[in-house]
């Protein structure tokens, strides 16, 4: 909570040029291209792990396919890692969230201009809704993020279960899953300290459809938490 105060007064003087650019975004979308809407926000959300100082380590984007789309699947550990992905990944990618973020509306407005994707766990009808809308994507060429585990671990680096049904959408779209770790990502948030935090995110090998394609989801849900514990239990 320290740190999030710390950055509020940072960006004070440039709030409300902020809140008049994104309520511009929401009112005439049709004059910017997703593409500028999203790099808009990367270069937002760069500044703000600057300030936020904070010291992250991005290995494995030599991994990241170069064309089309793929599902990026990392373990969650708080809001940080939102920050971590525009900071490591240079493309337009969309990213399926929890719908329970809408209840801050500015958060939602951000949300909205880049055309992210809501979903709820209580509703399964909207569920396969979003996953169909995804799965088009990625057919389309355009990388998505997914966090498997549904919601944000509170144990560290260690991970919560991981959902098959996380990976629907790559296994419809036939697409290349790549896992990545966030090692200590919680601890720029979590940590009520303003002392400089060292963190990481790691991207692996894809995992291509002819890897997963005569596993279940399940089955695929498994061997990508595993790679990405081992991981972070080797480099914590």
């Known amino acids: 909570m320290l740190r999030l105060v710390y950055l509020v007064i940072r960006f004070l003087f440039e709030i409300p040029f902020l809140i008049f650019q994104i309520k511009r975004y929401k009112k005439h979308p049709e004059r910017y291209s997703l593409e500028e809407r999203i ?4 270069k937002l959300l760069r500044k703000a792990t600057r300030r936020a100082r904070v010291k992250l380590d991005i290995s494995g984007t030599e991994y990241l396919p170069k064309e089309g789309g793929f599902l990026v699947t990392p373990n969650h550990q708080g809001l940080f890692d939102i920050l971590a992905l525009f900071d490591a990944l240079d493309q337009p990618f969309k990213i399926v969230y929890k719908e329970e973020l809408r209840k ?6 951000v949300l909205d201009n880049m055309e992210y994707h809501a979903i709820s766990r209580k509703n399964l009808r909207q569920s396969m809704k979003v996953i169909r809308s995804t799965t088009k994507e990625l057919k389309d060429g355009l990388p998505a993020v997914i ?11 260690h991970l919560l ?3 098959g049904g996380s990976f629907k959408a790559a296994i419809d779209a036939k697409a290349p899953i790549v896992p990545c770790a966030m090692i200590n990502c919680f601890k720029v948030l979590d940590y009520n300290s303003l002392k400089k935090v060292n963190c990481a995110i790691h991207f692996f ?13 399940t089955e695929i849900a498994e061997m990508v938490q595993e790679r990405i514990q081992s991981y972070i239990n080797e480099h914590d």
Not at 39 to 42: K, V
Not at 205 to 217: A, H, I, N, R
């Open 147 to 157: 966090f498997p585990e549904g919601t944000r671990s509170r144990e560290g680096n």
């Open 205 to 217: 090998e894809p995992v291509t459809y002819d890897d997963y394609k005569d596993l279940t989801s």
């Open 161 to 163: 279960e991981f959902k």
């Open 39 to 42: 790099n808009w926000t990367r």
């Open 104 to 109: 801050i509306s500015l958060a939602a407005d």
